[in-house]
């Protein structure tokens, strides 16, 4: 069935340093693929998205890169400051409309 | 704009019980879906409604429904509780123009004793 894994689970960097939060998808037709920030007690914030017509996106310090041939999709973080500390959350859309499939979640860190 | 709101903030409801929890999602967004937050399995997908019309649904028990009203506003229910339905449970909301951006609500606590 449709699955994303997501790694690694934690993450811990000093602050300027970067961050890369790895997925792997099962789903050959899945075609969305947009990057969650939860923070503690918070809502889950979109930071950034990408299709599957595009190879790369970016966006000031974060940057987004899909590999459709190998089914994975990364987050990298450059830069990193203490308020990037967050739950990551990747995600793709499978079936159609509105339903994502989440990954697990990676626990950054970033220590001043 | 307003955001995504969903009422109540936090819930104490107790094994058989039922709940009822509300999303209003951004204006002029017609697809609102709901997913499931726990620590163990993560977020998950519960169904999406556009325009009054159910058109997905994950893997949860008939227990768990939900509805939308013609102003676009959703409305979930769990029936017959159980303990591990104890979860954040989210709203989000898109417009559905292409977009494909969900939008969050900041989600209703649910613990069941």
């Known amino acids: 069935g449709e699955n994303v894994e997501q790694h690694p689970s934690t993450l811990s960097v000093q602050e300027g340093d970067s961050a890369v939060i790895k997925c792997t998808y099962s789903?050959?037709?899945?075609?969305?693929f947009p990057w969650y920030k939860q923070e503690l007690g918070k809502r889950p914030q979109l930071i950034i998205d990408?299709?599957?017509?595009?190879g790369e996106k970016k966006d000031q310090r974060i940057a987004v890169t899909l590999n459709k041939t190998a089914k994975h999709f990364s987050l990298h973080i450059t830069e990193t400051q203490p308020e990037d500390s967050a739950v990551y959350f990747c995600?793709?859309?499978?079936?159609?409309?509105?339903?994502?499939?989440f990954g697990a979640g990676t626990r950054l860190a970033v220590h001043p | 704009k307003a955001g995504v709101t969903q009422t109540p903030r936090y819930l104490i409801k107790t094994r058989g019980q039922q709940v009822t929890l509300s999303c209003s999602p951004i204006?002029?967004?017609?697809?609102v879906s709901w997913y499931q937050q726990t620590p163990g399995q993560g977020l998950q997908f519960l169904f999406e409604?556009?325009?009054?019309?159910?058109?997905n649904k994950g893997n949860f028990p008939g227990r768990f429904s939900g509805r939308q009203f013609s102003n676009s506003r959703s409305e979930m229910n769990v029936s017959t509780l159980e303990l591990g339905d104890s979860a954040l449970y989210l709203c989000?909301?898109?417009?559905?123009?292409?977009?494909?951006?969900?939008?969050f609500g900041s989600g209703t606590q649910l613990s069941v004793l």
């Open positions: 409604y556009f325009s009054e019309t159910q058109r």
């Open positions: 995600a793709t859309r499978s079936g159609g409309y509105n339903k994502l499939i």
């Open positions: 789903d050959s037709a899945s075609n969305y």
């Open positions: 204006s002029g967004h017609r697809s």
């Open positions: 989000a909301s898109s417009d559905d123009r292409g977009g494909e951006k969900l939008f």
């Open positions: 990408i299709r599957s017509n595009v």
